[in-house]
């Protein structure tokens, strides 16, 4: 199967997912859910459902076992693109190629649209009932440290402590791993422990990918924020420039950054070969995250 075709398959199956497990927006408080849904569907790569669907694949999940915890890691993600793009953060106009929450909706709104999708993904876990209960318990720790201060909330105080200062290289994977990299490695260890194969070894191997990718992908995406084109991209080029916040491309340039990203991929594709056939979707995924252009 090509990666566009499991692309699209995952962001069928998710987008389905995501609509029955919001809140409808007939019901009150209806500004709030018709603003949830906003956030939520109709767009987005769904690359963190994908990455639970395809780890739990390559340890023999069932995927009926995997929705919630798809559902649960992109509405920690939508939330997190929410604030992000509020005034007080980065203060985007477009997401997705529309108005970004705030901007079709109103600030509070926005504010109260993250908080609750924060706390609908905790409640997805504790009621996917298709795995054990102790499973149910690690996927819970597994998704609230990835959110949270030792995560993506940490990653995003180090960036906006960041601006306008020279980071050093370390300093700069240290804060990328933990802004955009835990919630990237939370989806493939979700996807993993649903799935019945899964060893320590396993999870060892499928952490180490998760963590290169995950870098990989923020790498990239400091590419295209350089060079990408505005239209395929849905959001305003050389905001990071403007922003003065700290870039793989203005600390090594386009070209050596390129080459960092071919090497987190390279090093991903070794670290789960034992895996054979079934780990081929998430080599697909590591090679489209370095080449997109979106």
Same mark, same amino acid.
């Given at each position: 199967m090509s990666i566009d075709k499991r692309i699209a398959e995952a962001k069928e199956r998710v987008e389905h997912a995501l609509d029955g497990r919001l809140p409808p927006a007939t019901i009150h408080p209806a500004r709030l859910h018709e603003a949830m849904r906003y956030a939520v569907l109709g767009g987005g790569k769904r690359l963190r459902p994908l990455l639970?669907?395809?780890s739990g694949e390559a340890?023999?999940?069932?995927?009926?076992?995997?929705?919630?915890?798809?559902?649960?890691?992109?509405?920690?993600?939508?939330?997190?693109?929410?604030?992000?793009?509020?005034?007080?953060?980065?203060?985007?106009?477009?997401?997705? /190629?529309?108005?970004?929450?705030?901007?079709?909706?109103?600030?509070?709104?926005?504010?109260?649209?993250?908080?609750? @999708?924060?706390s609908l993904a905790f409640r997805l876990l504790a009621r996917a009932t298709a795995v054990p209960a102790e499973?149910?318990?690690?996927?819970?720790?597994?998704?609230?440290?990835?959110? /949270?201060?030792?995560?993506?909330?940490?990653?995003?105080?180090?960036?906006l402590?960041?601006? /306008?200062?020279?980071?050093?290289?370390?300093? @700069?994977?240290?804060?990328?791993?933990?802004?955009?990299?835990?919630?990237?490695?939370?989806?493939?260890?979700? /996807?993993?422990?649903?799935?019945?194969?899964?060893?320590?070894?396993?999870?060892?191997?499928?952490?180490?990918f998760a963590k290169c990718i995950g870098l990989a992908f923020q790498v990239q995406d400091d590419v295209l924020d350089v060079d990408g084109d505005e239209a395929v991209t849905g959001k305003p080029s050389g905001a990071d420039a403007r922003l003065h916040k700290p870039t793989y491309p203005a600390l090594l340039g386009v070209a050596e950054t390129r080459a960092f990203a071919s090497k987190l991929c390279e090093d991903a594709l070794a670290s789960i070969e034992p895996l054979g056939d079934r780990a081929q979707g998430l080599r697909e995924v590591a090679r489209y995250i370095v080449e997109r252009d979106h």
């Open positions: 639970v669907y395809l340890l023999d999940g069932q995927r009926a076992a995997l929705d919630e915890a798809a559902c649960a890691v992109e509405c920690i993600h939508c939330y997190s693109l929410v604030h992000d793009d509020l005034p007080a953060m980065d203060d985007d106009a477009l997401r997705r /190629g529309r108005p970004t929450c705030h901007r079709a909706y109103d600030e509070a709104t926005a504010i109260l649209v993250g908080d609750a @999708l924060q499973t149910r318990v690690a996927m819970v720790e597994t998704l609230a440290v990835a959110a /949270g201060s030792r995560g993506m909330c940490g990653g995003q105080a180090m960036d402590a960041a601006v /306008g200062h020279q980071l050093t290289e370390a300093e @700069l994977e240290d804060m990328h791993i933990h802004k955009t990299g835990a919630l990237i490695r939370a989806s493939v260890r979700l /996807g993993a422990l649903c799935a019945p194969d899964a060893t320590a070894d396993a999870l060892e191997r499928l952490d180490h």
